[in-house]
């Protein structure tokens, strides 16, 4: 079976691809139809990358920095659909378990050296050697390199949706030069075939990038699309910089001094409306709030405790205060208009609120008054108010409840560490939007930061939604997926968010997307 650039899962909607977010400017400006080379932007965001290591990062703040330096064999277009980027064709074996892709001739790393076959074998072993999402690559059986472009990568059993797994931006899976990928997690130099290259990274609040000057565009585009397309960086050097405090987002873009700033309050953007210097944005939804259970430290280990805490939770408040009323109720870890959406939503126990059901399953669990902690970071307002508001609602049972507050590095550190915490108020930016094939850590068993127990019942859902050939089959594996998260209250779903970005209107042809692109933009 070969699949062209151009034709790549054009019917994605059979492979379990989410629905898109909404993104839309809330008021116009006059663009210039012609891009203009030069200047300088500054990104302000709410919270630090934890890495510039690409098979290391996980989060949403790393893909706002690396994706505009890395690039990956096949990336994602604009609804989240698998995309090829430095492949320029890929021939897939009947039985899905040979992946033959052919690269792009011609494309160098910003040392100048040329990406070959070599590069791209040597970086997908190390991807599966160090990083956290390391089970993508699991099923791989061989890597070969027949010639300096090709690559065939053959899998030890029939997976018709491999490519639906490799396609994600979180801890992308991107070519690295191969004399690197000997080095273990954030030993790596910086060095990839992106628009822009790496100049300097304080280590915590400030990063910059250059345009890389021999940046070859892929020419079978006309524009960007999504993580791939045709991308160009119009700007000299964009600098990404860390303002934890929502007020200093805004008063630095009110001065100029920020071009763009991501998570401003929705009060705040309201009030910047009237500003004919700004454009704001507003996108609901972009993320998902959840609360990933420990199910090793007592007393979430105990499935009764955790249901307890499922059945206080009242949803609605939680979102409505840590959102300012930017969201939406949905049960599902998937949006709304995705294909995998359960026609049985209704079934899932969410937003009950149920005090007296609450304390029943307590007295049933033999609960013994141990604390509960949940972990959570000040860098993303909302998470940590959506922390405060569930510890509220969690003491209401007679369960004392301590809230673990760090900034976005020091909360993802500690996350791995089952013994540190029960609960993690956090968000999923990217997994609803790509859909089920994305929540593989959730039942892989292996390597995750909360679901520390296996499921015999989660690993054969998994097991079917990888194999399933048809699109009713993998919707019926996903649903058991879903309502087994449900029903262990392994992960609890909080609800869809939304965030208002605001730019200087200076800023031409900027679109909000999963990251804050600042390749095809330019400054007028």
């Given at each position: 079976?070969?699949i062209?650039?151009?034709?790549l899962?054009?019917?994605?909607?059979t492979m379990?691809?989410?629905?898109?977010?909404?993104?839309?400017?809330?008021k116009?400006?006059?663009?210039?139809?012609?891009?203009?080379?030069?200047?300088?932007?500054?990104v302000?965001?709410?919270?630090a990358?934890?890495?510039i290591?690409?098979?290391?990062?996980?989060?949403?703040a790393?893909?706002?920095?690396?994706?505009?330096?890395?690039?990956?064999?096949v990336?994602?277009?604009?609804?989240?659909?698998?995309?090829?980027?430095?492949?320029?064709?890929?021939?897939?074996s009947?039985d899905?378990?040979v992946?033959?892709?052919?690269?792009?001739?011609?494309?160098?790393?910003?040392?100048?050296?040329?990406?070959?076959?070599e590069?791209?074998k040597r970086?997908?072993?190390?991807?599966?050697?160090i990083?956290?999402?390391k089970?993508?690559?699991?099923?791989?059986?061989?890597?070969?390199?027949?010639?300096?472009?090709t690559?065939?990568?053959?899998?030890?059993?029939?997976?018709?949706?491999?490519?639906?797994?490799?396609?994600?931006?979180?801890?992308?899976?991107?070519?690295?030069?191969?004399?690197?990928?000997?080095?273990?997690?954030?030993?790596?130099?910086?060095?990839a075939?992106g628009?822009?290259?790496?100049?300097?990274?304080?280590?915590?609040?400030?990063?910059?990038?250059?345009?890389?000057?021999?940046y070859?565009?892929?020419?079978t585009?006309?524009?960007r699309?999504?993580?791939?397309?045709?991308r160009?960086a119009?700007?000299?050097?964009?600098?990404?910089?860390?303002?934890?405090?929502?007020?200093?987002r805004?008063?630095?873009?009110?001065?100029?001094?920020?071009?763009i700033?991501?998570?401003?309050?929705?009060?705040?953007?309201?009030?910047?409306?009237?500003?004919?210097?700004?454009?704001?944005?507003?996108?609901?939804p972009?993320s998902?709030?959840?609360?990933?259970?420990n199910v090793?430290?007592?007393?979430?280990?105990?499935v009764?405790?955790?249901?307890?805490?499922?059945q206080?939770?009242?949803?609605?408040?939680?979102m409505?205060?840590?959102?300012?009323?930017?969201?939406?109720?949905?049960?599902?870890?998937?949006?709304?208009?995705?294909?995998?959406?359960?026609?049985n939503?209704?079934?899932?126990?969410?937003n009950?609120s149920?005090?007296?059901?609450?304390?029943?399953?307590?007295?049933?669990?033999?609960?013994?008054?141990?604390?509960?902690?949940?972990l959570?970071?000040?860098?993303?307002?909302?998470?940590?108010?959506?922390?405060?508001?569930?510890?509220?609602?969690?003491?209401?049972?007679?369960?004392?409840?301590?809230?673990?507050?760090?900034?976005w590095?020091?909360?993802?550190?500690?996350?791995?560490?089952?013994?540190?915490?029960?609960?993690?108020?956090?968000?999923?930016?990217?997994?609803?939007?790509?859909?089920?094939?994305?929540?593989?850590?959730?039942?892989s068993?292996?390597?995750?930061?909360f679901?520390?127990?296996?499921?015999?019942?989660?690993?054969?859902?998994?097991?079917?939604l990888?194999?399933?050939?048809?699109?009713?089959?993998?919707?019926?594996?996903?649903?058991?997926?879903?309502?087994?998260?449900n029903?262990?209250?392994?992960?609890?779903?909080?609800?869809d968010?939304?965030?208002?970005?605001?730019?200087?209107?200076?800023?031409?042809?900027?679109?909000?997307y999963?990251?804050?692109r600042?390749?095809?933009?330019?400054i007028?």
């Open positions: 079976m070969r062209s650039r151009r034709d899962f054009k019917g994605a909607a379990g691809l989410a629905g898109q977010f909404s993104a839309h400017p809330l116009l400006f006059a663009q210039t139809t012609t891009p203009t080379r030069g200047g300088s932007a500054v302000a965001m709410n919270a990358t934890e890495t290591d690409p098979h290391f990062s996980r989060s949403q790393a893909r706002n920095i690396l994706m505009h330096i890395y690039e990956t064999l990336t994602i277009d604009e609804s989240g659909a698998p995309k090829l980027q430095l492949a320029e064709k890929l021939d897939v009947d899905f378990r992946y033959t892709f052919t690269l792009r001739q011609g494309v160098t790393f910003h040392n100048g050296k040329e990406m070959t076959s590069d791209v970086s997908l072993e190390r991807y599966a050697r990083s956290p999402e089970v993508r690559l699991e099923p791989v059986e061989s890597i070969d390199t027949p010639d300096a472009y690559v065939v990568v053959t899998l030890n059993k029939s997976i018709p949706s491999w490519i639906e797994l490799i396609k994600s931006p979180a801890s992308p899976i991107t070519i690295i030069p191969a004399e690197e990928c000997d080095k273990g997690p954030n030993e790596i130099q910086p060095i075939t628009p822009f290259e790496f100049v300097d990274w304080d280590g915590v609040t400030r990063l910059r990038i250059k345009r890389y000057e021999d070859r565009p892929d020419e585009h006309q524009d699309d999504g993580y791939g397309g045709r160009v119009y700007l000299d050097e964009v600098t990404f910089t860390v303002v934890s405090e929502a007020s200093s805004v008063s630095g873009i009110q001065s100029g001094q920020i071009t700033a991501d998570d401003i309050p929705v009060p705040a953007a309201r009030r910047l409306e009237s500003d004919p210097m700004l454009a704001i944005y507003d996108r609901l972009v998902i709030n959840l609360v990933p259970m090793q430290r007592a007393p979430t280990d105990n009764l405790v955790r249901k307890a805490i499922q206080v939770l009242n949803t609605e408040e939680i409505g205060i840590a959102t300012d009323g930017l969201f939406n109720l949905n049960p599902s870890f998937v949006y709304p208009d995705s294909e995998f959406y359960p026609g939503v209704d079934q899932l126990v969410y009950v149920d005090t007296d059901r609450a304390k029943a399953l307590l007295q049933e669990a033999n609960y013994q008054g141990e604390e509960v902690v949940i959570t970071s000040s860098d993303i307002v909302s998470l940590q108010e959506a922390a405060v508001v569930m510890s509220e609602q969690i003491k209401s049972i007679g369960i004392p409840v301590r809230v673990q507050v760090l900034d590095p020091g909360a993802n550190a500690m996350r791995a560490d089952p013994t540190a915490y029960n609960m993690f108020s956090t968000a999923y930016a990217i997994q609803p939007m790509l859909g089920p094939f994305q929540y593989q850590r959730l039942v068993g292996d390597g995750n930061w679901f520390y127990e296996e499921d015999n019942e989660m690993e054969s859902a998994w097991e079917e990888l194999a399933a050939p048809s699109p009713e089959e993998r919707r019926a594996a996903w649903d058991k997926i879903e309502f087994r998260l029903d262990q209250a392994y992960l609890l779903k909080l609800g968010r939304g965030i208002k970005q605001v730019a200087q209107a200076r800023l031409q042809n900027f679109q909000p999963d990251a804050i600042m390749w095809n933009v330019w007028s």
